[in-house]
């Protein structure tokens, strides 16, 4: 059964060819046996996972199922969970019950998922390999000395190593995007607004977003669906229709323009990621799709730009955990000051803290207009260069990622090499636009990643256009040797 993706999973529980109390042990089985050498979970939720089981049979029985009803999934552990721990991979949080439901674990529930558990990831979110959690690194099923990259590592981890069929990220730089090429799956970070924020712990408002995690674009537009849509509870949230996303994979891709950005190929691209991309852009030009060159001059700009935006937010967002109300309280302050500065200090991990102090920096007075201001204007030469190559073409194609998993202890004490990671996906949170990264291949034993970038709310049009190759190709169906 774990073989199977989410769309078969589905169809064999409306067959009645297992229950999903059969599948969901079968799934809580592989997490026993593999996750100790991987890491990917926090947290197992085997007692309640079993019970939402047996309550998608009885829905299934009462003939009130859907699509998702009765399949184990798993919960990036920045999504509150009520009466489960969620820690954001924080020792700040290690001990935080939540007392609610985010609205995407709300949605899901209602949708008939069951929660096998919460994922590892990066501490706040904040990392690129998920190497900065304060529970440990998640490993690379692929190859167990390479990170899985972050900082939803631990979703991507334990989708490719079939521990689950499903999961949830969040994407506030490429964090569903990079680990989804890095663990050779599929990802997708929708339009910002198009998924709920409400409890999801905050790194960057203005730029996180959660999306679904899986193995192929079919499985995606299937959590896509019962994820998406307005909530009032979010003042980001976008009140517009969601559309099938299922439909819409069947559309052939004749006539489609896919951008092709010059600055996406050049210096930094190792060459053996560059040929398996142009490889898969050689396989859509078969499928019928036209390729056009174009250009967005402002993309060498994004790192920087992000680089205080994201930190500026975070000194906001983080400033709320001082070990008065909830988090981790250090033991006999000696007074209110020495409460905050303990807690702090013991409860965030060195690259939270750096950021938190670069944020806070570039919003001094003095340095607001000089760093954050401009970053702020640099994010809308971004938007513009964008908006201007989709007037040209449909979709943009590029690498997810200018390398393949990296070994874990590569980079971690190179910050600024750790995060060119993130310099194809970064771009895309500026402009708030949807992206995309399927499995294209491999260099050596990493799988490698084919970024799709979409114009805003053309989450199906990425979704059509990954599902049409992998219908035509095998990359989204090999599974790790050891995980087989």
């Not at 060159?293 to 700009?301: A, F, H, Y």
């Not at 090499?417 to 771009?427: E, K, R």
Request: proline share 6%; hydrophobic share 40%.
């Amino acid at each position: 059964m774990y073989e199977k993706t989410i769309a078969q999973l589905s169809a064999g529980l409306a067959a009645g060819e297992f229950s999903s109390e059969e599948l969901t042990c079968a799934f809580l089985a592989r997490i026993e046996r593999f996750d100790p050498g991987l890491n990917a979970f926090i947290t197992v939720t085997a007692e309640s996972a079993l019970a939402q089981a047996r309550s998608a049979d009885e829905r299934r029985r009462q003939g009130q199922a859907g699509p998702l009803t009765g399949v184990p999934i798993a919960q990036k552990d920045i999504f509150c969970t009520n009466g489960v721990r969620t820690s954001c991979g924080s020792r700040m949080l290690d001990r935080f019950l939540a007392p609610y439901d985010a609205t995407v674990v709300e949605k899901l529930n209602a949708a008939g998922a069951v929660m096998l558990g919460k994922t590892n990831m990066d501490e706040f979110a904040m990392g690129s390999s998920n190497e900065t959690s304060f529970y440990g690194p998640v490993r690379n099923p692929w190859d167990l000395d390479a990170v899985p990259g972050g900082s939803s590592g631990g979703s991507a981890a334990a989708v490719a190593a079939r521990l689950t069929p499903g999961a949830t990220g969040t994407d506030t730089g490429g964090s569903i995007r990079q680990p989804a090429a890095l663990c050779g799956i599929t990802g997708i970070k929708p339009t910002y607004g198009r998924v709920s924020r409400w409890g999801m712990i905050a790194y960057a408002s203005s730029l996180d977003q959660g999306g679904p995690m899986a193995r192929t674009a079919e499985d995606c537009a299937l959590l896509l669906g019962a994820m998406a849509g307005f909530d009032p509870r979010d003042s980001t949230s976008v009140d517009r229709p969601v559309p099938d996303y299922v439909v819409a994979l069947g559309q052939p891709l004749a006539g489609l323009k896919i951008g092709l950005p010059k600055e996406y190929f050049g210096e930094g691209l190792d060459g053996a990621v560059a040929r398996v991309v142009e490889a898969a852009i050689a396989e859509y030009r078969k499928l019928g799709a036209e390729t056009v060159d174009v250009s967005l001059p402002n993309s060498q700009l994004a790192i920087p730009a992000y680089y205080v935006i994201a930190p500026a937010e975070c000194s906001s967002n983080l400033a709320r955990f001082d070990g008065v109300r909830y988090g981790h309280r250090c033991e006999s302050p000696r007074n209110l000051l020495d409460l905050y500065i303990r807690s702090r200090a013991e409860g965030f991990g060195a690259e939270v803290t750096r950021r938190i102090l670069v944020g806070t920096f570039a919003l001094s007075a003095g340095y607001y207009d000089a760093y954050y201001l401009k970053a702020q204007q640099i994010r809308r030469l971004i938007s513009d260069d964008f908006r201007r190559a989709f007037a040209q073409v449909d979709v943009i194609a590029g690498p997810t990622s200018p390398t393949v998993a990296f070994n874990i202890g590569e980079k971690v004490d190179d910050p600024i090499t750790m995060y060119l990671s993130d310099i194809y996906t970064i771009a895309v949170n500026l402009a708030g636009l949807p992206g995309l990264s399927l499995p294209v291949g491999f260099v050596g034993q990493r799988p490698v990643g084919l970024q799709l970038i979409g114009d805003y709310f053309a989450e199906d049009r990425l979704l059509n256009v990954a599902h049409r190759y992998q219908q035509v190709t095998d990359w989204h169906q090999r599974a790790p040797a050891a995980f087989a």
